[in-house]
């Protein structure tokens, strides 16, 4: 049997990166996990230790603090990264451009002069269907144009695509996968690990349970208008364990892909809306909800899907987990936090 990669993951703290670890060592890789905690809380790293039932190893530190990334690179002769560790809220990057552009683009290229003083050529990269903008149509594959980012937020992904598409350029031993994923919701079914906003959720499902939870009086729906067939938007909502295998797939694959950088859709290629969401939450659950149509939300994208094929074809990878279990075990979560 091969050795297993040695995998370090930036973010590892926050919600996909966390997820993520936990497949990681359950089949086995060796893991490091780094997080400076700007928008996580340390008790999510107990809740991985509880599930894989081992100790993880942690470092603290920022992604942009070139001595912590030599200190932990010099440790331990990685094969990949994966980098989670972004700041990530439309609203917000809209009210502080500045601290999106810093942490966003200074992250991602702190890590590659890192990886490239270390010989580390794999990187596996958080990028968001937010590249994509509003798309002209659905499905939406990886070849749609890029069109112009509707947020700061937006734009840091496209860049960061940019930054690492002109590196594998410049350094021909680097390979990257971009992975664009669509609506990550849910949460391990253990109920140890899950989404923990640390403000006002910026995300839908968050903000459902919280409301269901009764922290929040009700929640708004941004529109009933659009040419949908409900009137409200439609997204792809994926389950964040489907999500954290399809990063397995990624490290497994990487060497064997057709292309040094690959940009691949992850989603469940289906697009459901955001009152079906609802509706579907209240019926699972049997929790009642306090909601309302609100006015049209500037710069919402109107209708989107993934169209998944090519995740399929060169990661053998699709989504497995339904809508049901995503939101049963959104709420399971919320019920424990
Ligand atoms: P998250 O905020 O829960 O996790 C990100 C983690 O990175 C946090 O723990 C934060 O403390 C850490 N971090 C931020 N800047 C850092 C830095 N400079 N150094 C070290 N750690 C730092 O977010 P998430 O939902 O887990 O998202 C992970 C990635 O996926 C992000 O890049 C995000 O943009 C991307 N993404 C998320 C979604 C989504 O809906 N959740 C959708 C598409 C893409």
């Not at 990886?142 to 840091?156: D, F, H, Q, V």
């Amino acid at each position: 049997m091969t050795a297993k990669k040695k995998i370090l993951l930036t973010g590892a703290a926050g919600y996909i990166g966390a997820h993520t670890a936990v497949e990681l060592i359950e089949q086995g890789f060796e893991t490091v996990l780094i997080d400076n905690f700007s928008n996580s809380d340390r008790s999510l790293l107990q809740g991985i230790e509880q599930i894989v039932k081992q100790k993880i190893n942690f470092r603290e530190g920022d992604c942009r603090d070139a001595a912590f990334l030599d200190s932990v690179f010099s440790k331990t002769k990685f094969d990949s990264v994966i980098h989670f560790a972004a700041f990530k809220s439309v609203k917000e990057s809209v009210l502080h451009p500045l601290k999106y552009y810093e942490n966003n683009i200074e992250s991602l290229t702190a890590l590659l002069r890192a990886m490239h003083r270390h010989q580390v050529n794999e990187i596996i990269f958080s990028s968001s269907c937010t590249v994509y903008g509003q798309p002209d149509s659905i499905p939406v594959d990886e070849k749609a144009p890029l069109k112009k980012a509707e947020s700061p937020y937006g734009a840091t992904k496209q860049m960061c695509e940019q930054i690492l598409e002109d590196t594998v350029k410049a350094h021909p031993s680097l390979k990257v996968v971009s992975l664009r994923y669509f609506n990550p919701i849910g949460a391990h079914p253990s109920a140890h690990i899950g989404e923990m906003p640390t403000d006002v959720p910026d995300n839908l499902v968050p903000y459902v349970t919280q409301t269901a939870a009764g922290l929040r009086p009700k929640l708004v729906v941004f529109g009933d208008d659009y040419p949908t067939p409900d009137g409200s938007c439609l997204r792809d909502f994926i389950h964040v364990v489907d999500l954290a295998q399809a990063h397995v797939r990624a490290v497994e694959k990487i060497n064997d892909l057709p292309h040094r950088i690959e940009y691949i859709n992850l989603g469940t290629g289906e697009g459901v809306s955001v009152l079906q969401l609802i509706k579907k939450f209240i019926d699972v659950t049997g929790v009642p909800l306090n909601y309302e149509i609100g006015p049209r939300r500037p710069g919402d994208v109107v209708k989107t899907y993934a169209d998944a094929h090519k995740a399929l074809a060169l990661l053998n990878w699709k989504t497995k987990r339904s809508l049901d279990e995503a939101l049963q075990d959104a709420w399971r979560w919320q019920q424990k936090i």
